[in-house]
């Protein structure tokens, strides 16, 4: 049966195994990615090691990229854009902007992996001083430096002594206008604390936060091992504000379970920001007339059995541009959108066939 | 230069103690082979502190051992080694913990550092436990027959009055002679008060009551060299007492 080529929006973990999963059922793919390169999220934003198995982002990125990139059904356009969609599936025409221009494509289905983008912390407040001082960073500055192999304070370039992470900066929070979790933050400072207690053992780390959510064996494999193999404090209660004294910044808290007032000088505040649309998810939704849901991600229908299929047939989305997403639902997400997008297709061709 | 390690709260106290003398006294405990299965890592889910018989008469908590030691805040470790490590009932219904905790346990731990440094607080708590801690020593009996006195337990009705008046008959009606006793809870034979002598001596808890409490501590000395000389034994040649 030939089918329509399936559209997969974006390059990241869900739109490679979207990719990959379409051609191993025989369906040809056109794979779209706004930037030079694949490998989304965790490439572009220099994650170091995965959430939880600790395993180097680019080797885990490369395995996924080089999964497709041979595969004669699997059409790559990197540097490439949909700027506008017209009709339905499986007769979908969409306009891609490349480097060779533009160029009208009729695709079957479309899958829409657009990902998130992270929450800036110095846009809606200023609370915690983030372009303010130098030693506030976010979890993504902590990745790149352990990506460039040291953790350093850097306003001096010298290891930190004292470091601590701020839970929830831009989840969960009405003032921002984020009321939802971004499931994967809790996790990724355990394994940032762990990490950094690996490097520099002489280094107290600590952890403000409101609850710890360390679904399924994170639990353990992160939050525990954290706090038991690596002694790092977790402390109930969120910082309230980031002053500086002298050439420290001196971080201001409740610990709620003491009861007791925090105020002490940090070398380093990885504030943990959590996870937006992304402008792309935005824009597919515009131009393939997605409605989103209540928290501006993708709105998905039939949750919680079906967690891919849009209000429009033949169109889904995998990933975190329904909603904040770890790498684990990303993949399950993208694997369920091709059965979909493939079973889709094919009962449109037995229609057709009469 | 800036404090290395400065405590974590505003209000905290004994900030004139050096920081070193309090991380030694918190390595000591840590160091303790017991440490190892006294905690692993705290929720601060407070399961141990409703089951607490002491959190619901004191301002004490065991769930504030249990984090406070988990995260090693070595500062406020020794707010709790001077105040209300002292708390405690040692009862150890705090163990139905989700980590398999035992703060109980790590109390157990922390008194035993706070009387070997004969700190103040260990003074000042056990002060009150000098007759108890004398009749122990020197007898292996704690309560005896003769504490039930009428004053003392006015809600125990009229009855105490009565055994009270009457103690000895009351005890000599009980069966075995052992019993027959109202300064001691049974009769504790003379080899048996020497041999318990031995063993707190040799285990280091004279040394431990030393520490603490001087005036016990001789006074103990002085009545078992008088018991061990009786028996034509040497209380400075220990090892030929041992044998």
Known sequence: MEHNPILVIGGGPAGLEAARGAAELGQPVLLVEKEPILGGTPILASYAALTPHMEDAETVMKR??????????????????????????PEITVTLEGPKGSEQVTVG?????????????????????????????????????????????????????????????????????????????????CKEAIEIRDHLPDCQVFVFYIDMRMYGFWEDQLYWKAQEQKKVQFIRGIVTEITRRGDTVVIKGEDTT???????????????????????????????QLPLESHRFIETIGAPMNTVSTTREGIYVAGAAAGPADLEDSISMAGAAVMKAAGFLR???????? | MADPSPPLYADAKYREVPFEEKQRLFDEVTADMRWETSLYGCYECGICV?????????????????????????????ELLNESVWDCS????????????????????????????????????????????????????QVAPDMLQPDFFPDWGPDVQQVSDHLDVWRRAIPPETLHTTELAWDVSEKTRMEL?????????????ERIDEGIFMILEEVMEELLEEHGYDIDDIESVVD
């Not at chain 1, 984020?178 to 809790?186: A, M, P």
């Not at chain 1, 105020?263 to 649309?277: K, N, R």
């Open chain 1, 347 to 354: 009962k449109q061709a037995l229609v057709a066939a009469g």
């Open chain 2, 50 to 78: 409703a089951a607490c018989p002491s959190a619901r008469f004191y301002d004490f908590s065991p769930r504030v051992f249990a984090q406070v030691m988990a995260r090693e805040d070595v500062h406020t470790f020794y």
């Open chain 1, 64 to 89: 996924m990229v080089d999964a497709i990139l041979e595969d004669p059904l699997v059409d790559v356009r990197p540097e490439t854009q949909v700027t506008a969609a017209e009709g339905d599936a």
């Open chain 1, 109 to 189: 289905a479309v899958i829409v992996c657009t990902g998130f983008q992270h929450f800036d912390p110095g846009r809606e407040t200023q609370m915690y001083g983030y372009y303010e001082y130098d030693d506030v960073i976010t979890l993504v500055d902590a990745e790149r430096m352990f990506k460039a192999g040291s953790f350093v304070r850097p306003s001096t370039g010298e290891a930190p002594k004292r470091v601590c992470f701020i839970q929830c900066v831009g989840s969960r929070d009405r003032q921002v206008g984020n009321c939802w979790c971004s499931k994967v933050c809790c996790g990724v400072a």
């Open chain 1, 258 to 288: 003491m009861g007791r007032p925090v105020e002490v000088p940090m070398d380093v505040v990885v504030l943990s920001i959590g996870m937006e649309p992304s402008e792309g998810s935005t824009k597919m939704a515009e131009i393939f």
């Open chain 2, 197 to 209: 002598y031995l063993i707190w001596k040799l285990t280091g808890n004279l040394e431990m009551i």
């Open chain 2, 90 to 141: 040692q009862c150890f219904s705090c163990t139905r913990c989700p980590r398999q905790n035992n703060p109980g346990g790590i109390i157990t731990i922390m008194r035993e550092v706070a009387v070997n440094h004969g700190l103040q607080s260990a003074k000042d708590a056990l002060k009150a436990y000098s007759r108890i801690i004398y009749k122990i020593m020197s007898t292996g009996t």
